[in-house]
């Protein structure tokens, strides 16, 4: 979300990111709000920094003052310096001819021929076109000196421009305005030359570092004297010196309308940028997952937003953890972002907003805060794996282990998914997953798949998973129990129900003395396919009682499909 330039306090730091000198942003400082006698209602900028080494005025070989003939001309509005602030044209383009005896700040017309600025193109080439479009015509004071213009005072307008020695909250017997809010004190003038401002200077001092004031020009001229310039000295105090020197700085004003707008906060140089035109809509939600565990992943997703400019760009989502500082995940123009939460954190909170391509921001849309879950699974021993082959009933064993102590932990076992068993386990006891012959009989042959889930009241959970194979190719079927008979039994009759593919081999025995060690089978497949009576022929038996027992048989063979017996029954006499 955007807001006015009027709104940031005195002293407030602006840029806009598309108006360049020497290839970076010109940062701005607010120096005063509806200054008198400047556009009314006008935001009153000064460059930050000193921004470039340049003379005031370049030597002017023609002019019939000999002084101005060899140190530059100290009128402001004929001066070199005024012309290039002023200017857009390209390199080598700016200067024309402000008078008759006028030259270019060429370096043989400059102080030691450092910093000649003839060749580089017009300040105001660098600056975006909103912003060149923005800037306010001003009608300035500027003082003339007594020796050689006659004193006084004379008007010219412009949108960029030097300070006045009044404007700095110094004196020098000439009123050109009133003292900006900014400026009440000699550390309040001071002014660090930008990086770019002292690798580009041709001139080389050891105190000219990015760390240390410089020196910076004024637009009044020294009262009584035709060359020297007014200017404040790198402690704050006001100074003079030779208008065609190279070696004193550049700090431009210029005056803005209140009601643009700026980003709603700074970025992390406490710079707030221009905005031009409309700002997106705020994000319409936030959505992080209500459950958030240390050490694990989590996925925040966020609503759209919209742009009457039509020129939205994207998203930029920050997180906050324990209440600490906001920190930038993730910008651009997706809507998702998947976000690992480092084991230990106590709490986490999301906030997104929208941004355009003019760098204008909406407000943020932000989550509540998520208690994080440090609380660890439970641990199973083993790995993954397969079982290979099994041929019949079988058991795993496994321990559930658990480091925070005092947790339920509830085990569940599945086969094939369908669950098994459920309980609760003790922390480092050892439990067997246990198929039994029941379970076995109902598998099919083929894969089967064996998980064993371990979870705290928490929510911690681990799952352990194993694989196995049934390839059964035979059935016997018989009772444990013989069937009790009165007597000898002679005949019978049964029916069994089943699904037995071509190709396999099914039999059906019977005996009447299945109480004895070696019972007598007798082959009655036949009787059961033809769903017919049949008899026994056996008469004797070891035992001390008769009793009568069936066996079922069934080989797969190479047979395929389905196999199995579902039920048996039938009558004797």
Aim: net charge negative; hydrophobic share 35%; aromatic share 10%.
């Amino acid at each position: 979300m955007a807001k006015v330039l009027s709104s940031l306090p005195i002293g407030a730091l602006i840029k806009d990111t598309g108006t360049l000198y020497n290839g970076k942003p010109i940062i701005w400082k607010i120096v005063d709000k509806n200054h008198s006698g400047y556009p009314s209602g006008a935001i009153t900028l000064i460059s930050d920094r000193v921004i470039s080494i340049k003379c005031f005025d370049a030597k002017e070989e023609y002019n019939s003052i000999d002084d101005r003939k060899s140190f530059g001309n100290n009128r402001y509005i004929y001066s070199n310096i005024r012309q290039w602030l002023n200017s857009q044209a390209g390199a080598s383009k700016w200067y024309t001819a402000q008078h008759g005896q006028d030259a270019p700040p060429t370096s043989a017309n400059v102080g030691s021929g450092k910093n000649a600025y003839d060749i580089e193109a017009g300040f105001l080439n660098g600056f975006s076109e909103k912003m060149r479009n923005s800037l306010l015509e001003t009608t300035l004071i500027v003082g003339k000196n007594t020796r050689t213009d006659g004193g006084g005072y004379e008007m010219c307008i412009d949108k960029v421009f030097l300070p006045s020695v009044s404007e700095m909250g110094l004196e020098n017997g000439i009123i050109e305005g009133s003292k900006f809010s900014a400026f009440d004190s000699d550390i309040s003038r001071l002014a660090y030359p930008t990086a770019e401002c002292v690798s580009k200077s041709e001139y080389k001092d050891t105190s000219l570092i990015t760390s240390a004031p410089w020196h910076y020009w004024l637009r009044t001229p020294y009262a009584t004297n035709e060359y020297y310039v007014n200017l404040v000295y790198y402690t704050g105090v006001l100074g003079v010196y030779f208008a065609y020197h190279e070696y004193r700085g550049v700090r431009p004003l210029c005056n803005l309308s209140s009601e643009i707008l700026v980003s709603d906060i700074s970025d992390g140089d406490n710079i707030y940028t221009i905005v031009w035109g409309n700002p997106p809509s705020t994000p319409s939600n936030i959505n992080v997952p209500t459950v958030v565990r240390g050490g694990e992943t989590i996925a925040i997703s966020w609503g759209s937003s919209t742009d009457e400019d039509s020129n939205l760009s994207g998203y930029i989502l920050e997180r906050q953890f324990d209440n600490g500082l906001w920190t930038q995940l993730y910008k651009g123009i997706n809507r998702t972002f998947t976000d690992v939460i480092t084991f230990g954190w106590e709490s986490v909170a999301y906030r997104v907003k929208a941004y355009d391509s003019e760098g204008a921001t909406s407000a943020y849309q932000t989550s509540a805060t998520r208690t994080v879950n440090n609380n660890t699974p439970p641990t199973i021993s083993g790995s993954d794996g397969s079982l290979g082959l099994k041929t019949g009933a079988f058991n795993q064993q496994y321990t559930v282990t658990d480091s925070d102590s005092g947790q339920t932990i509830t085990v569940v076992e599945k086969i094939d998914g369908v669950q098994k068993r459920s309980y609760t386990a003790t922390s480092g006891q050892s439990y067997s997953f246990n198929v039994t012959a029941a379970e076995w009989i109902k598998l099919l042959n083929g894969s089967h798949t064996m998980t064993i889930t371990a979870s705290d009241n928490l929510g911690g959970t681990t799952t352990r998973t194993y694989t196995f194979t049934k390839n059964e190719t035979e059935i016997e079927l018989t009772l444990a129990t013989p069937l009790a008979a009165d007597g000898l039994v002679t005949k019978a009759i049964m029916s069994v129900t089943r699904q037995i593919p071509a190709g396999a081999t099914f039999t059906v025995e019977v005996c009447n003395n299945g109480n004895d060690a070696s019972p007598t089978w007798e082959n009655v497949t036949n009787a059961v396919l033809g769903n017919s009576k049949f008899f026994l022929s056996n008469k004797t038996k070891t035992a001390a009682a008769w009793g009568f027992n069936f066996r079922i048989r069934v080989k797969r063979n190479s047979a395929t499909g389905d196999c199995f017996i579902v039920s048996a029954g039938g009558n004797f006499e």
